[in-house]
């Protein structure tokens, strides 16, 4: 069975810094597309970043120069480094594979952006 | 970066009838379409990629259709546990995926 497990998210003032992980198991995360996928309190989905197999990643324009995405293949486990942080970054986010469908996702983790 | 436009933005079902959601991309997005449904406090579950195949597991009363711009999602008989917030995904532009901003169904 798959399962996604991220963590990382709470509560941090505009400007901070956060890492949010994403452990996988049954799942191996270094030969998927893995992406981030946020949702704004009561808004809808927004795809945020990806790493490819092969190691490129992408980010939307919304976070591009500030957030970074990474994995640790000995961990079987996806990262993403939030700089910079802004009120409007404030969502669930959300680890999700294999492709560029989502079949598996994670719970998500709630990162607040806030003084 | 194409833009996709869910309508309606709620749709009002009794349960056992059918519904119709719609999703238009600004640009020919091809057959690279998926449909997910949501339910509230839960991640979104997807339901059909390629336009018309079902997931592993989805039920036969979720059926996809549609190709280039225009798609269609349809619950043939609403079941209780169907009301949920129906969101379309394109992955054509890849890697600049983008999402509907979702269509809610909620009980007549």
């Known amino acids: 069975e798959v399962q996604l497990v991220e963590s990382g998210g709470g509560l941090i003032q505009p400007g901070g810094s956060l890492r949010l992980s994403c452990a996988a198991s049954?799942?191996?995360?270094?030969?998927?597309?893995m992406s981030w996928v946020r949702q704004a309190p009561g808004k809808g989905l927004e795809w945020v970043s990806v790493?490819?197999?092969?190691?490129?990643?992408y980010y939307a324009d919304s976070v591009k120069g500030r957030f970074t995405i990474s994995r640790d293949n000995s961990k079987n486990t996806l990262y993403l480094q939030m700089n910079s942080l802004r009120a409007e970054d404030t969502a669930v986010y959300y680890c999700?594979?294999?492709?560029?469908?989502?079949?598996?996702w994670g719970q998500g983790t709630l990162v607040t952006v806030s003084s | 970066e194409i833009v996709m436009t869910q309508s309606p933005a709620t749709l009002s079902v009794s349960p056992g009838e059918r519904a119709t959601l719609s999703c238009r991309a600004s640009?020919?997005?091809?057959?690279?379409l998926a449909w997910y449904q949501q339910k509230p406090g839960q991640a979104p579950r997807l339901l059909i990629y390629?336009?018309?195949t079902r997931a592993t597991g989805i039920p036969a009363r979720f059926s996809g259709s549609g190709s280039g711009t225009e798609f269609t999602l349809t619950i043939s008989s609403l079941q209780s546990e169907d009301f949920a917030v129906y969101y379309c995904?394109?992955?054509?532009?890849?890697?600049?995926?983008?999402f509907g901003g979702g269509t809610k169904v909620e009980i007549k």
């Open positions: 049954g799942f191996t995360v270094s030969s998927n597309y």
């Open positions: 790493i490819y197999s092969g190691g490129s990643t």
């Open positions: 999700a594979g294999p492709s560029s469908w989502f079949l598996y």
């Open positions: 640009q020919s997005v091809s057959s690279n």
């Open positions: 390629g336009a018309s």
């Open positions: 995904q394109q992955y054509n532009n890849w890697p600049q995926l983008t």
